[in-house]
């Protein structure tokens, strides 16, 4: 043998999941509600995950934890339209508002026994709350705050692609040899996908398993949140928004009133935001507020 021929790199060795991760199969999505309402980020990752499924061949279920009751239950009817060929449903008085505790023990006895490969969350205070207790208990992978998802087929891996350094770069994350790959991703990122009325279903009902004295955490009142009447970028219609360009922060005026007249929301560059002009609350971008609106 040459030196040149010794030198020579090894060829890549190809990946194999572990034969015990193969049994895993499907796709899961967690139905977020609080209070009677279905947070609009599940449906949106509802279609997503409906794409990734046919790409894989395999189903995708919904998984609705709370109250008994049939407010509770058309949470899986309203997956089912969106796209899930099933729902996992958990329900016990435990679950009428979320605490980490219970909820974390339902979710993991789910996936422990029902074995999905993927696992999305929306990236919300409760969804990212719950899918960072859930990946720490199974000792898993999570990349959170996704703003792209997608599959390599050759070893069945989630891409998920991630905003990093302030938004100036991308990343995509595999968890290759982990099982269920997990994933958070930002209201209004994806698209909303067509409802489907004519769409059913089958659901699975679990027991939690759980009693009062076991969860640390109690609820003594509901308060709701202060930020209510605060910018909602996110499920604005219709935005306008100013940067550098504007020269000074009395131009900036300018922008308030365009919005008044249109009913509109005000957004705001990261440079304008930096400098004082406006609240942090009206930066959009991949270091700010995802957006989504009909005008812009």
């Not at 009693?211 to 219609?237: G, N, R, W, Y």
């Not at 360009?245 to 440079?271: C, Q, S, Y």
Request: charged share 25%; hydrophobic share 40%.
């Amino acid at each position: 043998m040459s030196e040149a021929e010794a030198k020579k790199p090894a060829g890549k060795k190809k990946f194999e999941l572990d034969d015990r991760l193969k049994a895993y199969k499907g796709i899961w999505v967690f139905i977020e509600h609080e209070r009677g309402v279905l947070h609009p980020v599940s449906l949106e990752l509802l279609g997503e995950a409906r794409k990734l499924a046919d790409k894989l061949g395999v189903e995708v279920a919904g998984v609705v934890m709370g109250v008994g009751g049939e407010k509770t239950r058309s949470f899986c009817n309203e997956a089912f339209h969106y796209g899930a060929d099933l729902c996992y449903l958990m329900e016990d008085p435990l679950l009428t508002d979320y605490r980490n505790e219970p909820f974390t023990k339902g979710m993991t006895d789910l996936v422990n026994k029902y074995q999905p490969e993927i696992l999305l969350l929306g990236a919300t205070t409760l969804g990212r709350d719950l899918a960072g207790s859930v990946a720490t208990t199974l000792q898993t992978g999570l990349t959170a705050d996704c703003t792209e998802l997608n599959v390599d087929l050759e070893v069945r891996s989630l891409l998920a692609t991630r905003p990093t350094f302030g938004g100036s770069l991308l990343c995509t994350i595999q968890t290759l040899n982990y099982r269920p790959q997990m994933a958070t991703v930002r209201p209004r990122v994806m698209p909303m996908p067509d409802i489907d009325k004519s769409r059913t279903g089958r659901i699975v009902e679990e027991k939690l398993g759980m009693v009062e004295s076991a969860i640390i955490t109690k609820v003594l009142e509901f308060i709701p949140d202060e930020m209510q009447d605060k910018p909602q970028l996110p499920f604005a219609d219709i935005i306008v928004s100013g940067g550098r360009g504007m020269k000074k922060p009395e131009n900036f005026k300018l922008i308030w009133d365009l919005a008044t007249v249109l009913g509109a929301e005000v957004g705001a560059t990261r440079p304008v935001v930096q400098a004082g002009w406006v609240e942090l609350d009206r930066q959009v971008g991949q270091s700010g507020k995802t957006v989504r609106p009909k005008l812009y």
